[in-house]
């Protein structure tokens, strides 16, 4: 969940490690599916519901990205 709806005094105290962090890249990557089949057949009510989440947790992400001490990665 984004920082945004976390209490002041919360914030900073999550532990995030790498199987949350892939476990909320599959729920978006269904997200996104979903989405997609609504669109698909026109049902932009539940589109707006679920483009809601996906919002939120990209938010999320982003935050912690941000968050995270910068790392160089070697490319060979």
Request: glycine share 2%; aromatic share 6%.
């Amino acid at each position: 969940m984004s920082v945004v709806f976390v209490p002041e005094r919360l914030r900073g105290k999550a532990e995030v490690n790498p199987e949350t962090l892939q476990r909320l890249l599959d729920e978006n990557d269904q997200l996104i599916r979903c989405i997609v089949e609504y669109q698909n057949k026109g049902r932009a009510t539940e589109c707006v519901q679920y483009q809601h989440i996906l919002h939120r947790n990209l938010i999320y992400l982003a935050t912690i990205a941000d968050a995270s001490p910068a790392t160089v990665q070697k490319t060979d």
